[in-house]
T-cell receptor
Framework: DGGITQSPKYLFRKEGQNVTLSCEQNLNHDAMYWYRQDPGQGLRLIYYSQIVNDFQKGDIAEGYSVSREKKESFPLTVTSAQKNPTAFYLC????????????FGDGTRLSIL | AQSVTQPDIHITVSEGASLELRCNYSYGATPYLFWYVQSPGQGLQLLLKYFSGDTLVQGIKGFEAEFKRSQSSFNLRKPSVHWSDAAEYFCAVGVYNFNKFYFGSGTKLNVKP
């Protein structure tokens, strides 16, 4: 079955540490996204990529970095510069244009040790 | 600028009662509109989408939504709520050709027995 796989489901970060969240899709979608979800704030866009080797900052990109070396993969690194990383992170993908719905992974919950 | 407003943060309905969740959007052109549902600790699942044509759209799980251009609204409805409908619901608008989506802050639905 086609879908999006996020791993790990739970992740803990120590002070000063960078951590990387994995997102893989086998839907052959061009566009991929990372969202951060905090209670009562809905989904906030961190980064998105419309094509391999290209990505754009979203509304809250500070303290995060991404890469898009392969169509199927869009990993997110939460750097030590992100002072409040505790949140639920969702990866999504879509085929094109903004006219097709997004498909979502099951999320990664990141907490601070 | 594009935006989506879900004015109700929490809604409680009795099982078997009807449901309407409100969504208002701000967008300069004909929008692509979506409703998603999220269970705790999970990703978002698409309920239904509106692109053009008939303003009443049917979705999964017995949900429907009506697009009203004059009111900039896309309200979600269900005639008879089941306990399994308890979840958080998100309205979203897609920006054509930019592969970007804007989400409301969500409405959390509780269902009383």
């Amino acid at each position: 079955d086609g879908g999006i796989t996020q791993s790990p489901k739970y992740l803990f970060r120590k002070e000063g540490q960078n951590v990387t969240l994995s997102c893989e899709q086998n839907l052959n979608h061009d566009a991929m996204y990372w969202y951060r979800q905090d209670p009562g704030q809905g989904l906030r866009l961190i980064y998105y990529s419309q094509i391999v080797n290209d990505f754009q900052k979203g509304d809250i990109a500070e303290g995060y970095s991404v890469s898009r070396e392969k169509k199927e993969s869009f990993p997110l690194t939460v750097t030590s510069a992100q002072k409040n990383p505790t949140a639920f992170y969702l990866c999504a993908s879509t085929s094109s244009g903004g006219s097709q719905p997004q498909h979502f992974g099951d999320g990664t919950r990141l907490s601070i040790l | 600028a594009q935006s989506v407003t879900q004015p109700d943060i929490h809604i409680t309905v009795s099982e078997g009662a009807s449901l309407e969740l409100r969504c208002n959007y701000s967008y300069g052109a004909t929008p692509y509109l979506f409703w998603y549902v999220q269970s705790p600790g999970q990703g978002l699942q698409l309920l239904l989408k509106y692109f053009s044509g008939d303003t009443l759209v049917q979705g999964i799980k017995g949900f429907e939504a009506e697009f009203k251009r004059s009111q900039s609204s896309f309200n979600l409805r269900k005639p008879s709520v089941h306990w399994s409908d308890a979840a958080e619901y998100f309205c979203a608008v897609g920006v054509y050709n930019f592969n970007k989506f804007y989400f409301g802050s969500g409405t959390k639905l509780n269902v009383k027995p």
